[in-house]
């Protein structure tokens, strides 16, 4: 299995503009989470979606950010417009979540380095 | 916070023996998670404990008291590989990790 694939890995981009980061879970599981990392925060629940469903999108800053699955195999998350404070590095993780609440092992992608100039 | 506690930073020698600490609040308690990061990397699984005790994997070993809101992940024989930032989770009876900041873990020669 090649794990949870993220892309751009790194992406340098000015203020204002526009940034989407893509990923591509583990086939067959049914959860995917999108965190955000920095030194500061340590890693933060973004939003979390259960069968292509937004379940939880609590964690998103605000109205820049957003995200969707249009299928099992795929997601994005798009800030717009960026802004310097956003700079971070964003995991995509997935999960396959059973009736069994004590076997949900997360598996996180390499993630993407954002830097907002 | 999120009411889940670690230092910030530890170091030790290549070979002996190094004890990460977390604490955690939570009215609704699942389970206890430990990942590894290596720096610029994603965090990996490590070791999970849901009962009160010892798990233990190898080298690795993890333990969980639920009355005291405490874990701890142990580790034998450091090796230089050992570097990296660990970081202890909880889940409360939903989907949500709960991630502490992480302690980074300095291994020297």
């Known amino acids: 299995d090649a794990g949870v694939i993220q892309s751009p890995r790194h992406e340098v981009t000015e203020m204002g503009q526009e940034v989407t980061l893509r990923c591509k879970p583990i086939s067959g599981h049914n959860s995917l989470f999108w965190y955000r990392q920095t030194m500061m925060r340590g890693l933060e629940l973004l939003i979390y979606?259960?069968?292509?469903?937004?379940?939880?999108d609590s964690g998103m800053p605000e109205d820049r950010f957003s995200a969707k699955m249009p299928n099992a195999s795929f997601s994005t998350l798009k800030i717009q417009p960026s802004e310097p404070r956003d700079s971070a590095v964003y995991f995509c993780a997935s999960q396959l979540r059973l009736a069994d609440p004590y076997q949900e092992t997360q598996y996180f992608g390499p993630g993407t380095r954002l830097l907002v100039l | 916070g999120q009411n889940i506690d670690q230092p910030t930073e530890m170091t030790a020698t290549e070979g002996a023996i190094v004890q990460i600490n977390c604490t955690y609040q939570?009215?609704?308690?699942?389970?206890l998670f430990w990942y590894q990061q290596h720096a610029g990397e994603a965090p990996t699984f490590l070791s999970y404990?849901?009962?009160?005790g010892l798990e233990e994997k190898g080298r690795f070993s993890s333990f969980l008291s639920r009355s005291k809101g405490y874990s701890y992940l142990l580790l034998k024989e450091l090796q230089m590989k050992d570097s990296a930032s660990y970081l202890c989770a909880y889940t409360s009876g939903t989907y949500k990790y709960i991630f502490g900041t992480g302690t980074r873990l300095k291994v020297l020669a």
């Open positions: 404990n849901v009962l009160d």
């Open positions: 939570t009215s609704g308690f699942n389970g």
């Open positions: 979606f259960n069968n292509n469903v937004p379940i939880d």
